[in-house]
Nanobody, 125 residues
Framework: VQLQASGGGLVQSGDSLRLSCAAS????????IGWFRQAPGKEREGVSC????????YYKSSVKGRFTISRDNAKNMVFLEMNNLKPEDTAIYYC???????????????????WGQGTLVTVSS
């Protein structure tokens, strides 16, 4: 049972990247999915969350309008489309899944059931 994140890389300010997260050993159908990031020297923060029925989607204010979370349940994958990237978006990005409906998704005390290993996104100015 695992989540495997990929798609990170080195880009320039204003560029786009699409992160992917593949689930294995369980079905994402019933899980809310989240993307988190941790910049060097900073605590991990929530970037986005989508409920299992794609009924609700949430974003950190600083990425709203630039990032889009999505999923393909048939492929058991989730995605984070990141546009107009900024140097402050530089971080290791993690995907996660849990059964709650994005309840307290961005609270550091919230327990997520599964975590991916992270993929590094570096945005140069």
């Amino acid at each position: 049972v695992q989540l495997q994140a990929s798609g990170g890389g080195l880009v320039q300010s204003g560029d786009s990247l699409r992160l992917s997260c593949a689930a294995s050993g369980f079905s994402l159908d019933h899980y809310s999915i989240g993307w988190f990031r941790q910049a060097p020297g900073k605590e991990r923060e929530g970037v986005s969350c989508q409920t299992n029925n794609i009924g609700s989607t949430y974003y950190k204010s600083s990425v709203k309008g630039r990032f889009t979370i999505s999923r393909d349940n048939a492929k058991n994958m989730v995605f984070l489309e990141m546009n107009n990237l900024k140097p402050e978006d530089t971080a290791i990005y993690y995907c996660a899944a849990y059964l709650a409906m994005c309840w307290a998704w961005d609270d550091s005390e919230t327990r997520w059931d599964y975590w991916g290993q992270g993929t590094l996104v570096t945005v140069s100015s």
